[in-house]
């Protein structure tokens, strides 16, 4: 069975992104703990890394009427999805802007809250994001954050390091190692907020659990494809596809053995507050 390319996905192609479905399972998972622990008294918020308006459309339906929810995304194309479904949703509360995280284009002290889900792992410069955040938020102001940590699908990363590990492929399992490393933990986030004047004052952790029937489902699945198997690829080198597939056959073999292929999907929500 020959391994899966990437799916050929062109975010700038409004008739893909029409097919982006940015409240699935793997966004919601965070997401519902997310919107979960934030304050519910704010007026002006933002939510940092929108996409096609998750979470931030919902957001500004749980504030209410009079309550403003700026979704800011570089994605220009996913951001033109996102205004639609706040028209057609009639959601005028919210109002997305194309803009980068590290450079906002608000002034100084004007939220009372920000949010961000998944996001910290996807930024290009977590600390000039962090910096900003501070910078549009008033004094007393919320930054609630979601992400996935350190622990991320550690069954399929140990399967992973074992098929290098017996191709011999030496520099791979560095890259390997270097790529599970770049995960965020509760204590490195705790200390990036604190550097920027953002005091924790909430931590909530869970996990939940990513099931498959067996490594060629998972490999096979849109969100792998295109979120997480090309990365995979750059950490084999090529030719990467030889070794993908001794992923999956090896997966394959885990999942004959538990019944399922189960990965663990450690999440954390943090709660900051401004100085």
């Not at 919601?28 to 704010?42: E, F, K, M």
């Not at 980068?100 to 994001?129: E, I, K, M, T, W």
């Not at 622990?151 to 190692?177: I, P």
Request: proline share 6%.
């Amino acid at each position: 069975m020959a391994s899966p390319d990437p799916c050929d996905f062109d975010p700038a192609n409004p008739a893909h992104v029409a097919t982006w479905d940015e409240a699935s399972l793997w966004s919601a998972l965070a997401g519902q703990l997310l919107l979960d622990r934030v304050p519910l008294d704010a007026r002006c918020a933002m939510d940092l890394g929108t996409g096609a308006g998750f979470p931030g459309l919902e957001l500004a339906e749980r504030l209410g009427p009079g309550a403003l929810v700026v979704g800011v995304d570089p994605w220009r194309t996913a951001l033109e999805r996102a205004s639609a479904k706040a028209r057609t949703w009639g959601v005028p509360g919210y109002v997305p802007v194309l803009a980068d995280g590290a450079c906002l284009p608000l002034r100084a002290a004007c939220l009372h809250l920000v949010v961000s889900n998944l996001g910290v792992n996807n930024f290009a410069d977590p600390d000039a994001a962090f910096a900003e955040c501070r910078r549009v938020l008033a004094p007393g102001g919320v930054l609630a954050i979601s992400t996935n940590v350190v622990g991320h699908f550690r069954e399929l990363y140990d399967v992973f390091d074992d098929v290098l590990l017996r191709a011999g492929h030496a520099e791979a399992r560095g890259r390997l190692r270097t790529h599970v490393a770049h995960r965020a933990t509760v204590a490195g986030l705790t200390t990036m907020l604190a550097r920027h004047g953002l005091r924790v004052t909430d931590v909530l952790e869970r996990e939940r659990a990513w099931r498959f029937r067996d490594g060629a489902a998972l490999l096979d699945s849109h969100l792998v494809r295109i979120g997480f198997l090309p990365a995979w690829r750059e950490v084999v080198g090529e030719p990467a596809g030889p070794v993908i597939e001794a992923l999956r056959e090896a997966l394959d073999a885990r999942a004959r053995d538990a019944g399922e292929l189960r990965l663990s999907v450690p999440l954390a929500v943090l709660v900051a507050r401004a100085a």
